[in-house]
């Protein structure tokens, strides 16, 4: 475990370097903010049932100050390692390769997450009235919250395996991130908040695994849902996490047996 | 020609990737249209924004999408700009007694962009067949218009981002904003945005210029006399000249990374 535990500390500690990168990151987001803002109220009007536009903002906002752990990557490290063969010192090693990839993706995740999230927590709650983020609408919500927060980065990283996964098959990390995200992106809130879509998706979709990501936190921040259904919620997406990397460790494995090293 | 040679060359090298250029096209129309399923919910559900419906932004979304990618394609260099400056290929460029622009043009082509190009033409088709437009010989010339401004001036765009890393040597992620915020933002009518997005996104980067104002020309839409509305496209392509200057007096306080 302690050497596992390495690795996402190194992670983290190599992200936690592009503080330049963050701030820029911070200032594109802010406008994204914006920009979604507008578009969404333009098309809401007064808001729809069980979603206000004042919730809308801050679902917004938190999902520009979170972007970093709201889709879904395959870090870089281990797409040259598949590109340049690389990945066979992670094979004898005596670690188990998932974790290896696992625990560095979760560091490096959190670390960009924790630089970018307080500068657009900070200028959204200073905003005027009508764009501002709100305060999370109460304590015990705000701590589910939080424990569906990582919740979700945990899932974002099983998730990103399956991507891993994918680039194991198809020697493109490009193609591999981009459908993944697609699917995150779509049935995960990312691209259109879940509250916005059609009732009979949302009724599917509220139990598949990537509205866990981001969907569901940010919804019990804005007590889109009572405390009883937040907790139940919780559950599934404990129940996911489990279960998603149940999967990815099968699927690694069955894909190793068959891996051919590139280059040398 | 000598572009022709190039031309010819890329080619070849992304046959021989046949498979890969293959995927990554295929991707990237997936992920189009991930995107155009937003936009199609969104008017599923909420109807329409104002009196723009859903094939008006259809054919925004078409048009966007071509455009970009077409530039994408063809001006990939400026777009990679930083990574012609930490690799050492501009210093190359420069000792050449060819433009510098025809160079960057020239030096890269993506082909699996036009997997894209092909998704916003069929798009727009799509689109301009549910829009009931009375067509008159000016419509039609604005219409091309519209292509050719979208592909000047998101290369504009471009070279703007690339003047910028001439002094930063990163691709700075702020640059987004304008090329990928810019793109996003275009997908919907502008007006559904603040007044002051709108106007700097009309008038200091004029990407309304090839696709609200025209459109309203042709659906007969807005309230300022139409002549301005068909004109838009070609004000808008002269975007491209200070974008030039900017780029060229970049590259005169060029210094080399010594890479």
């Not at chain 1, 936190?217 to 009572?226: A, E, L, S, T, W």
């Not at chain 2, 008017?43 to 008006?56: H, I, L, P, T």
Request: net charge positive.
């Amino acid at each position: 475990m302690g050497s596992y535990f390495g690795l996402f500390k190194m992670h983290f500690k190599g992200e936690i370097q592009y503080r330049a990168k963050a701030i820029s990151g911070a200032l594109t987001q802010f406008f994204w903010g914006v920009m979604y803002i507008y578009l969404y109220s333009a098309f809401m009007g007064r808001g729809i049932e069980g979603f206000s536009t004042a919730q809308m903002v801050t679902y917004v906002w938190l999902g520009q100050a979170f972007f970093a752990m709201r889709f879904v990557n395959v870090p870089k490290n281990v797409c040259t390692q598949i590109e340049n063969g690389d990945i066979c010192y992670n094979f004898v090693r005596p670690l188990n390769l998932y974790n290896q990839w696992y625990f560095s993706y979760i560091g490096s995740t959190l670390a960009s997450t924790l630089l970018r999230f307080i500068p657009i927590i900070v200028v959204a709650s200073i905003l005027p009235a009508s764009m501002r983020l709100s305060l999370p609408v109460s304590l015990p919500a705000f701590l589910l919250f939080l424990i569906a927060l990582i919740i979700g980065m945990l899932i974002n990283g099983a998730i990103s395996m399956f991507a891993v996964y994918l680039t194991f098959i198809t020697l493109s990390t490009r193609g591999s991130t981009g459908i993944v995200n697609v699917v995150v992106g779509l049935l995960g809130g990312v691209y259109l908040p879940l509250p916005m879509l059609p009732q009979a998706l949302q009724n599917v979709l509220n139990y598949m695994p990537f509205r866990c990501i981001s969907d569901l936190p940010f919804r019990i921040y804005i007590g889109n849902m009572d405390i009883k259904t937040a907790l139940v919620q919780i559950l599934i997406s404990l129940a996911w996490l489990i279960a998603l990397i149940i999967i990815g460790k099968l699927l690694l494995k069955s894909s190793l047996k068959k891996t051919v090293i590139q280059g040398g | 020609m000598l572009y022709n040679k190039y031309f010819n060359m890329h080619v070849k090298s992304s046959m021989q990737y046949r498979l890969n250029t293959l995927l990554i096209a295929i991707t990237q129309v997936v992920i189009s249209l991930g995107e155009l399923a937003t936009v199609w919910i969104m008017f599923k559900q909420f109807k329409s924004v104002g009196y723009w419906g859903f094939y008006e932004t259809l054919l925004m979304f078409g048009i966007i999408t071509t455009v970009f990618s077409f530039a994408e394609c063809f001006a990939r260099g400026y777009d990679e700009f930083a990574k012609l400056i930490r690799t050492g290929t501009l210093d190359r460029m420069l000792i050449r007694p060819v433009n510098l622009h025809f160079q960057i043009f020239a030096n890269n082509i993506e082909f699996s962009k036009l997997g894209r190009v092909v998704l916003g033409i069929v798009v727009s088709i799509i689109a301009l067949m549910h829009l009931a437009i009375s067509w008159t010989i000016y419509k039609v010339l604005v219409l091309i218009s519209v292509y050719i401004c979208g592909v000047v001036v998101i290369t504009g765009i471009f070279m703007i981002g690339a003047g910028v890393s001439v002094f930063t040597v990163e691709n700075l992620e702020f640059i987004n904003i304008i090329t990928n915020g810019g793109k996003e933002l275009s997908f919907y009518p502008i007006n559904v945005y603040n007044k002051w997005l709108a106007r700097i996104f009309t008038f200091i980067l004029p990407f309304a210029c090839f696709n609200y104002l025209p459109i309203s020309y042709l659906m007969g839409y807005g309230s300022l006399p139409q002549v301005i509305y068909a004109i838009s496209p070609l004000v808008g392509s002269l975007f491209i000249i200070p974008c030039v200057l900017f780029f060229n007096w970049c590259i005169k306080k060029y210094q080399s990374t010594g890479t």
